[in-house]
């Protein structure tokens, strides 16, 4: 490569990553999504940075794009995305769930007999405290940031 050529970011915080001890990364893995508009090609490939988080290579290539379009996401963007999937899985099996429930219904299940029974009360007293100090714990831990 000639004095006058840049290396790209993307180039630049790749070849940082490889072959470091305390990274451990994915083979690249290639998407092809065909739709009316032509084929498109997704290229990712993830790294994990020891105490830092993930970043995730994202190359795009399109048949009207001479170049690819190549994008380093860092941790923290990365962290944003697997929190909104989360979010969006944990919402997902509410409504999946609620809607078991009013199905249950429809069919005269009686709900609440299990919650009747003591041993089932006294578990679920258990998880209610259990989850309360877990969220005390996150919030001390967020504050104390």
Same mark, same amino acid.
């Given at each position: 490569?000639?004095?006058?050529?840049?290396?790209?970011? *993307?180039?630049?915080? /790749?070849?940082?990553?490889?072959?470091?001890?305390?990274?451990?990364?994915?083979?690249?893995?290639?998407?092809?999504?065909?739709?009316?508009?032509?084929?498109?090609? *997704?290229?990712?490939?993830? *790294?994990?940075?020891?105490?830092?988080?993930?970043?995730? *290579?994202?190359?795009?290539?399109?048949?009207?794009?001479?170049?690819?379009?190549?994008?380093?996401?860092?941790?923290?963007?990365?962290?944003?995305?697997?929190?909104? $999937?989360?979010? /969006?899985?944990?919402?997902? $099996?509410?409504?999946?769930?609620?809607?078991?429930?009013?199905?249950?219904?429809?069919?005269?299940?009686? /709900?609440?007999?299990?919650?009747?029974?003591?041993?089932?009360?006294?578990?679920?007293?258990?998880?209610?405290?259990?989850?309360?100090?877990? $969220?005390?714990?996150?919030?001390? $831990?967020?504050?104390?940031?």
């Amino acid at each position: 490569m000639s004095e006058h050529q840049s290396i790209s970011p *993307f180039d630049r915080l /790749l070849g940082e990553l490889v072959g470091l001890n305390e990274v451990t990364h994915t083979a690249p893995t290639t998407k092809v999504v065909a739709n009316i508009i032509g084929a498109q090609t *997704f290229i990712v490939q993830t *790294f994990r940075i020891h105490d830092k988080g993930d970043t995730i *290579f994202l190359q795009y290539v399109s048949g009207d794009n001479d170049k690819p379009i190549r994008i380093p996401i860092p941790p923290a963007v990365a962290d944003v995305i697997a929190r909104q $999937r989360e979010a /969006l899985t944990t919402k997902s $099996r509410r409504k999946g769930a609620l809607k078991a429930m009013e199905t249950r219904k429809e069919h005269g299940h009686d /709900l609440g007999a299990a919650l009747r029974r003591p041993e089932v009360r006294k578990r679920a007293l258990l998880a209610r405290k259990k989850k309360a100090a877990e $969220r005390r714990a996150r919030k001390a $831990r967020k504050e104390g940031v």
